[in-house]
């Protein structure tokens, strides 16, 4: 009798095992679709992350789920937020990302030659900041110079605009919101990345050239809205040396746009003639600061321009640069491809 009792304990034993490894390592549905949004709110333990997963039909069992977070000591170590789960996966991956919190992000793609003000309307647009919030902490640079030295020579009275390096970026939905922790977050991960982009090489260059990390900024913005093809912003920027050098005002439609904030790149004469440090008509050399935030190619082509016989450049209504020899074939230009201002 003994004998049939060990054996039927040896065989519960062996079924129970069989359940739990089939609990954690066989996914609930191995033929599911899709992944579903799950919620860890803050405050939550092991137990209601476990019944909440089971009655989402995401795992098999919410006491293996406890069972295994307790044995592998992360127990304490789930995190709060946003998770996209699917019951085709096993449990250690859901539990992997539940303690290393790889939470859903909010892709965010910065366009090249967007200004402060467009990053600004296009975060609130998504919901992540107000936008006067993140205009007031990117007014100053004091709050993240001393994490990056690129930012040494940038005026303290100017703001970041021209370092807030557009690419796409994948934000925690946790780190949003309307807190200047927030977006001082979001900040940071573009400067980050700006200090990635401005290679060892690009910033001994630079020093080469006896230059400063702020006029190349300043220089690469202009290009940037200006003209679109790398090759006519290599073009451009050499026409930008020719002019700063011989002391020639750059004329730079952007500027004027800059100011004015109009959506338009159509300017008017009486515009030209706004006084500001920015108007390039009105103001030899460099405007006072960047206008835009430029990608890495206007950057690179602000500081390897190329030598060219051009002096003048315009861009058609269909985006190509027209470039010129003297200001009446500029003329000419003006005349064939722009309506008469």
Do not use: C
């Not at 919190?101 to 090249?112: H, L, P, R, S």
């Not at 016989?309 to 500029?330: C, M, N, Q, V």
């Amino acid at each position: 009798m003994k004998k049939y009792l060990y054996i039927a304990l040896l065989i519960l034993i062996f079924g129970f095992l069989v359940y739990f490894w089939q609990g954690i390592y066989l996914p609930k549905d191995s033929g599911a679709k899709g992944e579903r949004i799950f919620i860890i709110q803050k405050g939550e333990g092991s137990k209601e992350i476990s019944i909440n997963l089971e009655k989402q039909g995401l795992i098999k069992s919410g006491l293996i789920f406890r069972i295994y977070v307790l044995t592998r000591g992360v127990a304490e170590k789930l995190q709060a937020g946003e998770y996209l789960i699917s019951p085709s996966m096993a449990l250690p991956k859901i539990v992997e990302k539940f303690v290393s919190g790889d939470v859903i992000k909010e892709k965010i793609t910065i366009v090249e030659g967007w200004s402060a003000k467009d990053i600004a309307s296009y975060l609130e647009e998504r919901g992540l900041f107000k936008a006067g919030d993140f205009l007031k902490i990117v007014a100053s640079s004091n709050d993240f110079s001393g994490d990056f030295n690129f930012l040494e020579d940038l005026p303290k009275n100017l703001s970041l605009e021209g370092y807030l390096f557009p690419d796409t970026y994948y934000f925690r939905k946790e780190e949003g919101g309307d807190g200047k922790e927030g977006i001082k977050n979001f900040v940071k991960l573009m400067l980050t990345n700006f200090d990635k982009k401005l290679t060892p090489a690009l910033r001994t260059e630079i020093e080469r050239q006896k230059k400063s990390i702020f006029e190349i900024v300043t220089t690469s913005s202009l290009i940037e809205k200006e003209v679109r093809t790398f090759d006519d912003k290599k073009i451009v920027s050499g026409i930008l040396r020719k002019r700063l050098k011989t002391g020639i005002p750059l004329q730079i439609d952007a500027t004027i746009v800059f100011i004015t904030g109009k959506k338009t790149t159509e300017i008017s004469i009486e515009e030209t003639k706004i006084d500001s440090p920015y108007n390039t008509y009105k103001y030899k050399g460099l405007p006072l600061g960047p206008i835009a935030n430029p990608g890495i190619e206007s950057i690179i082509a602000a500081l390897y321009p190329e030598s060219s016989e051009y002096w003048y450049y315009l861009s058609a209504p269909d985006g190509k640069t027209i470039f010129s020899r003297t200001l009446e074939e500029h003329n000419i230009a003006k005349f064939k491809y722009l309506k008469p201002r």
